[in-house]
Antibody, heavy 117, light 107 residues
């Protein structure tokens, strides 16, 4: 059974940094692309970043230069390093396993990040 | 970026009804379209991919169709557990983009 468990969401002030983690199990983690998707009441679902099985990374323009996605295949864990946080980064952040054709096959339960002074 | 426009944004229906949700892309996406169902407080769940392929375990009352820029999700006979919010998503190219969602409510 595929399981994705996010952690690291907190209440943080603007300008701060935070690292989210996503522990994966039940599949060959190193063989699939993984993504982060966030959700806010106002903007709905927004793709944030993807890391391919080969380690190539892709970002939404809204986070490019501030967020960094990485993965540790020895720990079956996906990360999202979030720097220079802004109020508009407030959201529930989901990690998702991509299928071979790039849609989001499985999702974690999400972790809430609140950026506010 | 490819814009995804869903309609309607909300829909009231009764158990047993047939409902259709439409998703339109701002450019052709060659069937690289997925549909997700989300219930309050839960993560989205994949229903269909490649516009019309049913994910394993999803009931056959869900179906998808379309091509080019216009796609539809149909639920043939609504069940109580189907009342939720539905999203389309294009994965033709990054940035992957979602529709704004259709909230399906009980009439």
């Amino acid at each position: 059974e595929v399981q994705l468990v996010e952690s690291g969401g907190v209440f943080i002030q603007p300008g701060g940094s935070l690292r989210l983690s996503c522990a994966a199990s039940g599949f060959a983690f190193a063989s699939f692309a993984m993504s982060w998707v966030r959700q806010t009441p106002g903007k709905g679902l927004e793709w944030v970043s993807t890391i391919s099985e080969s380690g190539s990374t892709y970002y939404a323009d809204s986070v490019k230069g501030r967020f960094t996605v990485s993965r540790d295949t020895s720990k079956n864990t996906l990360y999202l390093q979030m720097n220079s946080l802004r109020a508009e980064d407030t959201a529930v952040y989901y990690c998702a396993k991509e299928a071979r054709a790039y849609y989001f096959e499985y999702w974690g339960q999400g972790t809430l990040v609140t950026v506010s002074s | 970026d490819i814009q995804m426009t869903q309609s309607p944004s909300s829909l009231s229906a009764s158990v047993g009804d047939r409902v259709t949700i439409t998703c339109r892309a701002s450019q052709g996406i060659t069937n690289s379209l997925a549909w997700y169902q989300q219930k309050p407080g839960k993560a989205p769940k994949l229903l269909l991919y490649a516009a019309s392929r049913l994910e394993t375990g999803v009931p056959s009352r869900f179906s998808g169709s379309g091509s080019g820029t216009a796609y539809t999700l149909t639920i043939s006979s609504l069940q109580p557990e189907d009342f939720a919010t539905y999203y389309c998503q294009q994965y033709y190219t990054t940035p992957y983009t979602f529709g704004q969602g259709t909230r399906l409510e009980i009439k």
